[in-house]
């Protein structure tokens, strides 16, 4: 029976492994479009009157694509830590998790969200979202120094709630244009609620339960 469940166990993490390989290349691909940097490229193409007016955003928008894709990848790496023989590494890439989310990847994105697709709604959800993953990914760092890692470890999964948003928003935005063939501007109300939300919920539910 031990050793159904160790062989599940195994088999469960290799699957997680293989998704999340899955979204992350489809994120890096999506980082890479923006590489090496260009005005008129991809969602810029639809940003042009930031662009053109506000020379910052482009700025914060840069600093906000390029370390987001770092945060996706170590928040991974930091939760798979003692599993696969990388737990002494566990430090460091917390570390550069909470750092680069706190001083570029959140702040940038509050900024951005500021200037959102959708008008008042979307940009109300995303600000909220960018200052939500900033206050998560502080307590944690918080709590890690007062080596409270229970309370540590349920924080930084709240923030890394926060940090799929950017996979979980593009899973929606496909099911709803095929499902639905929404108005553009709709689509942007909808997911920009939906991206965060549901995973918010889906992991303060498996912190009341105790699964982690």
Not at 27 to 53: A, G, H
Not at 180 to 208: K, R, T
């Amino acid at each position: 029976m031990l050793s159904v469940k160790k062989n599940l166990s195994i088999t469960l993490k290799i699957l997680l492994i293989i998704g999340f390989g899955y979204f992350f290349w489809l994120m890096l691909k999506i980082t890479l479009e923006y590489i090496p940097v260009r005005k008129e490229v991809s969602f810029l193409m639809i940003k042009q009157t930031e662009v053109t007016e506000r020379p910052d955003y482009l700025y914060l928008f840069y600093a906000h694509v390029y370390t987001s894709i770092f945060v996706l990848l170590s928040g991974f790496l930091a939760i798979l830590r003692k599993d696969f023989g990388i737990k002494n590494l566990h430090k460091n890439i917390g570390k550069t998790y909470i750092f680069l989310i706190l001083v570029f990847a959140a702040p940038s994105g509050i900024y951005m969200g500021i200037f959102a697709n959708g008008g008042i709604y979307s940009k109300i959800s995303f600000v909220i979202l960018g200052c939500l993953w900033w206050f998560t990914t502080f307590k944690a760092y918080q709590l890690a120094r007062q080596k409270n890692f229970k309370e540590h470890q349920q924080w930084m999964w709240r923030s890394f709630a926060l940090t799929l948003s950017a996979v979980t928003l593009r899973m929606w935005k496909v099911i709803i244009v095929y499902l639905l063939h929404p108005n553009p501007m709709d689509v942007y109300q909808i997911i920009a609620w939906l991206g965060w939300i549901p995973n918010l919920l889906f992991i303060e539910y498996l912190i009341a339960k105790k699964y982690i």
